[in-house]
């Protein structure tokens, strides 16, 4: 089956899109939703994750219970075994250091969820994560996509029906895609 893999900056609605077009889909039983393991608390905000210490992260990757794992920002990351069936479309949000060993795993469309770095900036403050220092810093670390995946971009500067609109389309294709084999453009 394939992966469909959400990257691009922070601030940028990955998880705002995702939590829309779950939402939108959750009856289509062609399609799961990964929920990733995060050394970070729940209370944080943001996405609904797994929330594990640093040392039960570790036992996590130990016992081989991920199929993929990053760091980012003092975090560690994953994606666990059982979040990634065999026999469904899977969407995951990953960072675009991994895109390339997830595409060694499974076939995968990236979908590059972008905006402009000013809106990028006034949603990472609106988080309270973070400070204005790290905000900038955390722009300015900003990297490309590899080269030579699948890759299709949107761009979510306007509303968030708008921007799910689009995630849904690229999903509801990717899964038709799997069903005829023909995979989306």
């Not at 990955?14 to 829309?20: A, I």
């Not at 990757?61 to 990634?84: C, K, M, N, P, S």
């Not at 069936?85 to 060993?101: G, T």
């Amino acid at each position: 089956m394939i992966w469909v893999a959400l990257a691009g900056p922070s601030g940028a609605g990955k998880d705002s899109l995702l939590d829309r077009v779950r939402e939108d889909l959750a009856g289509d039983a062609r399609l799961h939703f990964a929920q990733r393991t995060i050394t970070r608390s729940a209370q944080a905000g943001g996405e609904a994750h797994e929330a594990v210490s640093s040392e039960d992260f570790q036992m996590l990757a130990a016992a081989d219970a991920f199929v993929l794992t990053w760091q980012a920002h003092g975090l560690r990351y994953g994606i666990r075994r059982v979040e990634a069936p065999d026999d469904k479309l899977v969407v995951i949000s990953v960072s675009r250091a991994v895109l390339h060993e997830a595409s060694r795993m499974r076939r995968l469309q990236v979908v590059e969820v972008t905006a402009p770095r000013e809106l990028l900036a006034e949603r990472l403050a609106r988080r309270g994560r973070e400070t204005a220092d790290q905000i900038a810093a955390r722009l300015d670390r900003e990297m490309g996509l590899p080269e030579g995946l699948d890759i299709v971009t949107i761009r979510n500067d306007s509303s968030i029906e708008e921007g799910a609109a689009r995630l849904r389309h690229v999903l509801e294709a990717a899964a038709s895609s799997c069903v005829t084999g023909a995979f989306p453009s």
